[in-house]
């Protein structure tokens, strides 16, 4: 869309900003859909870590790579938070394949040297090499856009604390703090995950990353199924934002979200696929998962249970919150300008076809039946920064 330039969209197209999604593991778009009914764990060594580790095959990270940024912008999805692998050859791949195809990425070398806890396939070989690398792939993000340009952002991602030393996660705060870094992990996201961690420090996930100076108004932690309230206002109170994955969280959460409470308390909150946790490239589709998700949160699951003492009341959440968290939600977690359509926001575009447009509705309900019937081919053209980057 160059400046000046008219586009007169159809009586059935409408103008949406593209959507944000702040957690997604690019490596792991091969397996969206595999095993998700294996407890997390099980899910990880047997599935996730074997895949993880075929990366050191840079053909196999270009070939996926290259797959999947494309298919993220037909769904949509202007700007992705990305979780890489260990290898930065490959995470490199992955930041040519976002400038190539013209996405905004924030994309994190995955930080992993926990013995106990990693593969020995599959592991950076100890702190020290975790931290290298890290660094590392900072000062190769830079030395490409010397190259070739591009909008891409190096992130700090140790991959989840029980696969980190304390070594290690205390340097990677260190050099978020050094080289002003947006972070990324995962916090409180299952009872195993949330319960290791007290096992371990004694303390909450929220706690123990604070400590090792993970929690800023930079940070984005996946999940935070398990979060108490002590911990939610430790969120606010850093500014670290949370990326709400309802379609993961199905499977692996044991529990939903409060979103409604948190977006009330002010903490703040985006959406992400959590691919592969998550089978869907779609965040029309976790937008739709989310709205369930609140709902059943409201209304209980357990029979047994009188319908009073069943759910959790105030949780439901409407379509436009969901769509709230898809874009200004997630534009608000990473502190970019964009997210919504308005003057001084980045031209992040989609245009949808409303395809039951002979059906008319009063036109505040117009979003909401795009955002329940959307599909990839729905979407008509895709537009990062005003470059016209998908055309179906
Ligand atoms: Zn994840």
């Known amino acids: 869309m160059k400046q000046d330039h008219l586009l007169v969209l159809a009586s059935d197209e409408y103008l949406l900003p593209g959507f944000i999604d702040l957690h997604i593991h690019a490596p792991q778009w091969p397996q969206a859909g595999l095993a998700l009914d294996r407890p997390l764990n099980e899910w990880l060594d047997q599935y996730t870590f074997p895949l993880e580790a ?14 999947l940024v494309p298919e993220l912008l037909a769904n949509g999805t202007t700007t992705a938070l990305y979780f890489g692998t260990i290898h930065n050859t490959a995470n490199l791949i992955l930041a040519k394949a976002a400038i190539k195809f013209g996405q905004r990425a924030l994309i994190g070398k995955v930080a992993m040297d926990n013995p106990n806890q990693t593969p020995e396939y599959y592991r950076d070989d100890s702190a020290k090499v975790a931290l290298q690398q890290t660094e590392q792939f900072i000062q190769q993000v830079e030395a490409l856009h010397v190259d070739i340009g591009g909008n891409v952002t190096p992130v700090i991602t140790p991959r989840f604390i029980p696969s980190c030393t304390d070594e290690t996660l205390l340097g990677l705060g260190q050099l978020a703090q050094r080289y002003d870094l947006p972070i990324q992990s995962h916090c409180s996201e299952s009872n195993w995950e949330h319960q290791f961690v007290i096992d371990r420090f004694g303390l909450h996930d929220a706690q123990v990353l604070d400590k090792f100076g993970l929690l800023t108004n930079r940070s984005v932690m996946a999940h935070a199924t398990q979060l108490d309230t002590q911990d939610a206002a430790l969120f606010r109170s850093r500014g670290t934002a949370i990326a709400h994955c309802p379609i993961s969280n199905a499977y692996f959460g044991n529990g939903v979200l409060p979103v409604n409470r948190l977006l009330n308390q002010h903490n703040k909150v985006g959406l992400g696929s959590d691919i592969s946790g998550g089978y869907s490239p779609s965040l029309y589709e976790n937008c739709r998962q989310a709205v369930q998700s609140a709902r059943i949160l409201e209304d209980g699951v357990d029979t047994k249970l009188s319908p ?16 709230y968290l898809a874009t200004t939600g997630g534009a608000d977690s990473l502190n970019i300008p964009a997210g919504k359509i308005e003057v001084g926001k980045m031209a992040d575009l989609q245009i949808v076809q409303d395809q039951n447009n002979c059906f008319s509705v009063d036109p505040a309900d117009v979003l909401e039946r795009l955002m329940y019937q959307t599909n990839r081919n729905n979407i008509k053209k895709v537009f990062v920064g005003g470059q016209l980057v998908h055309q179906n």
């Open 308 to 323: 009073e003492k069943r759910g959790v009341i105030n949780s439901r959440i409407s379509m436009k919150t969901a769509f």
């Open 54 to 67: 075929r990366y050191q095959d840079t053909e196999f990270a270009q070939q996926v790579y290259e797959r």
